[in-house]
């Protein structure tokens, strides 16, 4: 049965003054601000009594949120712990959550799927006409041109709204899925929200939500993440082991969830296998790696949200500091290892099976340490707690509507004020000539900035060449150790049939009599194994599949690349002047280095394996025939190089083509707003004074807001 709210006459009295206030400043900036800021102020209104209506509605369930970056391993947390580890929902090498995707109980397993209103498509239609670069206005604008690339006829889907599809099975509902939540689903774009309904009564009053990756490259996924923050009441982050808590899973944690009115989180160091596997030569044994790589980690957070905590403790917010201390003390998950308890490692999967190796060098693994490794102990805990006291979570949601609606106007006017500010100050220090000097100088050190972005990202590119030389050279060079077949022997039992006389010369009547006796003797023989053939295939795509990712990624080292514009921006810019804003830049670069999306490298080895199976099987003895599958295996590796080799130069010369869309980006960017505030300020310098005397009345009701 759902949780129901009502709003008593304190909460409706604290409502009102909220409203109020929000009305008081619209009134208050409305002679002075433009129209992007009372944009700003009524859309943090509209938030506030969206949130409102949202909770205290008669069917509201506490809302835990799966949070994280794309390749996170969001969606295999999620089927292992609600599906027993089913991919029902679908892995995020091939990213398929294009939209939230809320898991909740019904007695009946059903999808239903909410489609955009009319009047909502009619909307985004309009934003994306806009020519702004805000976040919500590139995202309607990329659904917009997926419906017209579709061919889809929207109106259909639009006034239907609603739709319920029942399923039979996990396969029948990872189909249904695909159509309407797949990266390509041919509905995707049309499609606001997915509720699957599971038969599982312990979730009931819960909604689990698999959210899109937070820098997913369809800029529409993310912004709908973010719009589903906003009324999430507990969350699972995950951040990977390999990368963990990087700086965009820092500023979330620290700035971003701590002001949406959470108030509860679990930080989950996910893919915990791979950081054991950064790890494992650090060490003498598993077991000590295990230890103390956790150790390691969780030094790692306490060092990043110790002292927020104690802000937070310091300013009286004490769900803040809970969810700062909560991020201290993250939980360690392998999706994969879980999975992988009490099986076999002949009836593990190809991925299952590469990551068993991988830590698996020494010899060490066995069932009870991929036990360990795969414990997830602590998330069920934490779920079975959310369970347990949903009640008391949503109470403590409700008490937070009011103060964090008021922190949010509160930020939004200090940030306005200091605008404003800077803005009075520059136009009361400088006249027309000299503006224009500045912004020839501005202009200068931007163009200053370009070479230099220029210059790293062609030594970038150069580097992309030399890795694609070296690697395709190890591939070449692996190829030949995958094209060999070994011998092996085999063993069998032959039998020889012997006719033995029964004659006796004294008894005349056995004269001419005979019996058969049945002798064995084992015997060896040479043999090569079909299958053997066909893994060294498999293994051979798998590695160059690895290799040629991995080697994207170390090439491109975006965390470098960070550090890098961020320096040449420092370097260029004067931090005492009124225009240096560090914070905008970091977010220019953030939002520039999410853009970067690494390739993954998909090798189809099916026809390669079929060509084999179709001449041979099982074991071959014959001499001639052995000669035969090790000719073909070698041509088959050969061509399979070529197919690869050939794959991976297109890659290259396409992310070469996105990382010059990038660079040329970032530089536009950094004019388009510099530009346009020199505009402001020079149109303003032809009645100076004036402009002067109303900035000063801005600045002063800013002051008492």
């Known amino acids: 049965m759902s949780i129901i709210f009502t709003k008593t006459k304190e909460k409706e009295r604290a409502f009102t003054a909220v409203n109020e206030r929000f009305d008081a400043v619209l009134n208050a900036v409305q002679p002075y601000a433009d129209k992007t800021t009372l944009s700003e102020i009524s859309k943090l209104k509209s938030k506030f009594n969206r949130g409102v209506d949202d909770f205290f509605r008669n069917d509201r369930k506490l809302r835990l949120a799966v949070i994280g970056r794309v390749k996170a391993g969001k969606s295999t947390f999620l089927n292992m712990l609600i599906f027993d580890g089913k991919d029902v929902l679908p892995r995020a090498f091939t990213p398929k959550t294009a939209t939230l995707t809320k898991i909740e109980y019904a007695p009946e397993d059903a999808i239903e799927v909410e489609y955009y209103s009319t009047a909502e498509w009619e909307s985004l239609e309009e934003l994306a006409k806009s020519d702004s670069a805000a976040e919500e206005v590139v995202a309607a604008k990329e659904l917009i041109e997926s419906v017209k690339k579709s061919g889809i006829d929207y109106t259909v889907y639009t006034q239907k709204r609603k739709e319920r599809?029942?399923?039979?099975?996990?396969?029948?509902?990872?189909?249904?899925?695909?159509?309407?939540?797949?990266?390509?689903?041919?509905?995707?774009?049309?499609?606001?929200?997915?509720?699957?309904?599971?038969?599982?009564?312990?979730?009931?009053?819960?909604?689990?939500?698999?959210?899109?990756?937070?820098?997913?490259?369809?800029?529409?996924?993310?912004?709908?993440?973010?719009?589903?923050?906003?009324?999430?009441?507990?969350?699972?982050?995950?951040?990977?082991?390999?990368?963990?808590?990087?700086?965009?899973?820092?500023?979330?944690?620290?700035?971003?969830?701590?002001?949406?009115?959470?108030?509860?989180?679990?930080?989950?160091?996910?893919?915990?296998?791979?950081?054991?596997?950064?790890?494992?030569?650090?060490?003498?044994?598993?077991?000590?790696?295990?230890?103390?790589?956790?150790?390691?980690?969780?030094?790692?957070?306490?060092?990043?949200?110790?002292?927020?905590?104690?802000?937070?403790?310091?300013?009286?917010?004490?769900?803040?500091?809970?969810?700062?201390?909560?991020?201290?003390?993250?939980?360690?998950?392998?999706?994969?290892?879980?999975?992988?308890?009490?099986?076999?490692?002949?009836?593990?999967?190809?991925?299952?099976?590469?990551?068993?190796?991988?830590?698996?060098?020494?010899?060490?693994?066995?069932?009870?340490?991929?036990?360990?490794?795969?414990?997830?102990?602590?998330?069920?805990?934490?779920?079975?707690?959310?369970?347990?006291?949903?009640?008391?979570?949503?109470?403590?949601?409700?008490?937070?509507?009011?103060?964090?609606?008021?922190?949010?106007?509160?930020?939004?006017?200090?940030?306005?004020?200091?605008?404003?500010?800077?803005?009075l100050d520059t136009l009361a220090n400088n006249d027309r000539e000299n503006l224009e000097k500045q912004r020839c100088d501005m202009q200068g050190k931007i163009h200053h900035v370009q070479a230099k972005v220029e210059e790293y990202f062609g030594t970038m590119s150069v580097k992309l060449d030399e890795a694609k030389i070296a690697i395709l050279r190890d591939l070449r060079r692996s190829s030949h150790e995958h094209s060999q077949l070994q011998d092996k022997t085999g063993t069998e039992t032959k039998f020889i049939k012997t006719r033995v006389s029964d004659s006796t010369w004294y008894k005349p009547w056995t004269w001419g009599s005979s019996h058969t006796e049945v002798s064995s003797y084992q015997t060896t023989y040479t043999y090569v194994d079909t299958s053997d053939a066909l893994e060294s295939v498999r293994h051979y795509a798998g590695e160059?599949?690895?290799?040629?990712?991995?080697?994207?990624?170390?090439?491109?080292?975006?965390?470098?690349?960070?550090?890098?514009?961020?320096?040449?921006?420092v370097d260029n810019f004067d931090a005492s002047d009124e225009n240096y804003d560090p914070a905008y830049f970091r977010l220019l670069t953030e939002r520039t280095l999410n853009k970067i999306d690494m390739p993954v490298m998909k090798i189809d080895v099916e026809d390669y394996l079929s060509a084999l199976n179709a001449q041979f099987s099982g074991e071959i003895r014959d001499s001639s025939k052995r000669s035969e599958l090790r000719s073909l295996l070698a041509s088959s590796i050969s061509k399979l190089f070529d197919a690869i080799s050939d794959q991976f130069t297109q890659e290259v010369a396409r992310f070469k083509g996105e990382l010059d869309k990038i660079k040329d980006g970032f530089s536009e960017e950094l004019l388009k707003d510099i530009n346009a505030d020199f505009e402001a300020i020079l149109k303003e310098c032809e009645n100076k004074e004036a402009s002067i005397a109303r900035l000063k009345e801005y600045v002063a009701i800013l002051g008492k807001l």
Do not use: W
Request: proline share 3%; hydrophobic share 35%.
């Open 544 to 569: 160059a599949s690895t290799s040629i990712e991995q080697g994207f990624v170390e090439t491109t080292d975006v965390q470098s690349l960070k550090q890098h514009l961020l320096k040449v921006v």
């Open 165 to 423: 599809l029942t399923f039979s099975s996990n396969e029948a509902l990872m189909d249904t899925l695909n159509r309407y939540v797949g990266e390509n689903g041919a509905i995707t774009p049309l499609v606001k929200s997915v509720v699957l309904y599971i038969n599982r009564p312990e979730l009931e009053g819960i909604s689990i939500v698999d959210t899109p990756g937070l820098n997913d490259p369809v800029q529409s996924r993310t912004q709908r993440t973010k719009e589903f923050l906003e009324v999430c009441d507990t969350a699972f982050f995950l951040s990977t082991a390999s990368h963990f808590l990087d700086k965009s899973d820092v500023d979330l944690l620290k700035a971003q969830l701590p002001k949406k009115g959470m108030v509860k989180l679990a930080l989950i160091c996910s893919r915990f296998d791979e950081g054991l596997s950064d790890e494992l030569f650090n060490y003498d044994t598993l077991n000590e790696n295990i230890v103390e790589t956790k150790k390691q980690l969780t030094k790692e957070a306490k060092s990043k949200f110790s002292k927020e905590k104690e802000r937070y403790i310091k300013l009286g917010e004490n769900v803040c500091a809970n969810l700062m201390e909560a991020c201290e003390n993250p939980m360690f998950i392998s999706s994969l290892y879980h999975n992988m308890v009490g099986r076999e490692y002949d009836d593990y999967d190809e991925l299952e099976q590469h990551a068993y190796d991988l830590l698996n060098d020494r010899d060490e693994l066995n069932p009870e340490t991929v036990a360990q490794i795969g414990d997830i102990t602590p998330v069920e805990e934490y779920l079975n707690e959310v369970i347990a006291k949903r009640d008391a979570f949503l109470a403590e949601r409700a008490d937070e509507i009011v103060p964090s609606a008021e922190k949010s106007l509160n930020d939004y006017l200090g940030s306005l004020h200091d605008r404003m500010e800077k803005h």
